[in-house]
């Protein structure tokens, strides 16, 4: 191999990435994605970004995870589902492109995505500099924290999208295993786990949950360690992912 | 017909004792052949008799449990990249990615395989195949023998050495038959074809060397002449191979 791991990679980005707009469904989550990081953000009921009056943006941030959950697995599940439904993984693989390669190409293409997806969420940054003086610091951290949080669960759909021919499926377990992973964020299910298991599980389980390393960053904290777990989170995931297809694209 | 020649440059595909079993099931079963430049192999056998997965070693999609594949010179376990690049492969049912466009998908393969004019390539695979009028419509728009013309057209788009299709023709009325076997024909100068196929009319019209295969090995190898001359047609000669029935 020598140098050449990721052979296929620019040519796959490309062709995934235009692929989203090719087709109703990136212009739909995109809509879907604004207006309901927008309502989540205003809503009198959960951000209250107009009612609290700070030029801050942790009722926008605070939302996302929860979006993520559902909608990220929507942008990852077509990515292998689909290419083994319809045989093209066979003439994929087939190409001088390396499995690596193409893993990556499909995972950076589904983030390139969701970054776009996370820049049109501008009018929120230009209203709370428009009306306040915010402090820029957790405003570059947290969003941060939202790619990496996207790169996380955007792992975590290509995993099961390369586990199963069937998007839906696909959709499902993506969205169930991204729950888990922030279910174990709530102070009440790591008291639980401490309960059972005792010892220092509690900890562990903190130290584990993706939405305490989010707020972390949110809260303007550039840690290190968050950072890292966001990184060697989307990295397991994407090389598991790889077995994973290694495994089932012949089936 | 010319004695082989051991000349390294003309034997372009080289397969030793390919085997590869999916847990209980044998599927190839030490296969060994080799090609020449101008050679077009019928690999032919009953369905299930390994045709897909022999080939599918060949092009580096499968890791075969043993056994060796050399295409032009390079070997599949060492550099399976080079003999990729060597590769024009339409595997079956010609699968294409359906939303985008004869020339988006042409663009995107002849991108894959780093050609230095993308625009040139597909204009020339388009040109060759005859997709010019469809050229800006999405794939799944298609007739099935236009697609199978897309897979085509993406196999040969930067000139290989070495074609393998898996079943260019199923499901293809005669003419759009007539059209592919034309292109095999016109191809089969400059490289090494092997196409599989239980189209057996098709063996006799455009190969000039016939494997015959079942239950992931070899029966047979030989040339439709002499296959046909042994019982007086092929269809004959495939049932007494394949199954044992006397003629």
Request: include cysteine; charged fraction near 20%.
């Amino acid at each position: 191999m020598r140098g050449e791991r990721f052979v296929g990679l620019a040519a796959v980005f490309r062709r995934e990435l235009g692929s989203y707009f090719s087709s109703p469904l990136g212009y739909i989550f995109l809509v879907i994605f604004l207006l309901a990081s927008g309502y989540l953000t205003l809503s009198r009921d959960f951000g209250r970004f107009l009612e609290l009056r700070q030029a801050s943006l942790d009722p926008f941030f605070q939302y996302i995870p929860w979006l993520f959950v559902v909608l990220v697995p929507a942008v990852a599940m077509r990515l292998w589902a689909e290419e083994r439904k319809s045989g093209t993984v066979e003439l994929l693989l087939s190409l001088p492109v390396t499995l690596p390669g193409a893993y990556l190409g499909k995972f950076l293409a589904g983030w390139a995505f969701l970054g776009i997806a996370l820049v049109l969420t501008w009018p929120v940054v230009y209203q709370v500099a428009r009306l306040g003086d915010p402090d820029w610091g957790p405003i570059f951290t947290g969003y941060l924290a939202c790619g990496l949080a996207a790169a996380a669960f955007l792992a975590v759909g290509l995993f099961f999208s390369a586990l199963t021919q069937n998007q839906v499926v696909a959709f499902i377990l993506g969205v169930a295993a991204s729950v888990v992973f922030l279910l174990l964020g709530l102070p009440q299910s790591q008291q639980t786990v401490g309960q059972y298991f005792g010892g220092y599980t509690e900890e562990l389980v903190t130290a584990l949950s993706l939405v305490d390393h989010f707020s972390t960053l949110t809260r303007g904290l550039l840690s290190l360690g968050s950072v890292l777990f966001f990184v060697l989170f989307t990295v397991g995931w994407l090389l598991a992912g790889m077995l994973v297809l290694e495994r089932t694209k012949a089936q | 017909m010319e004695e082989p020649r051991q000349d390294s440059v003309e034997t372009l595909v080289e397969v030793r004792d390919l085997t590869k079993h999916f847990g209980p099931i044998q599927a190839v079963d030490g296969i060994s052949f080799s090609l020449r430049r101008g050679d077009v192999l019928g690999f032919l056998g009953p369905n299930g008799a390994g045709k897909t997965t022999a080939m599918k070693m060949i092009t580096g999609f499968l890791e075969p449990d043993h056994g060796t594949v050399r295409v032009a010179g390079f070997e599949v376990a060492e550099d399976s990249l080079a003999v990729r690049r060597q590769i024009g492969y339409l595997p079956e049912n010609a699968p294409a990615y359906g939303e985008m466009t004869v020339t988006g998908f042409l663009t995107f393969v002849a991108r894959l395989r780093r050609l230095p004019d993308l625009s040139a390539a597909v204009d020339r695979a388009i040109g060759r195949t005859g997709l010019e009028g469809v050229r800006e419509q999405s794939i799944e728009t298609l007739s099935k023998g236009f697609k199978r013309r897309v897979g085509l057209a993406q196999a040969l788009i930067h000139d290989p050495a070495v074609l393998i299709l898996d079943e260019p023709t199923d499901g293809l009325d005669p003419n759009q038959k007539a059209v592919v076997h034309q292109l095999i024909g016109e191809l089969a100068a400059d490289t090494a074809i092997i196409l599989s196929t239980h189209i057996l009319e098709e063996v006799e019209r455009v190969c000039n060397r016939a494997i015959v295969v079942s239950r992931g090995k070899i029966l047979e190898d030989s040339t439709p002449a002499e296959l046909i001359a042994r019982t007086g047609n092929l269809t004959d000669t495939f049932r007494q191979i394949t199954q044992g029935v006397a003629a």
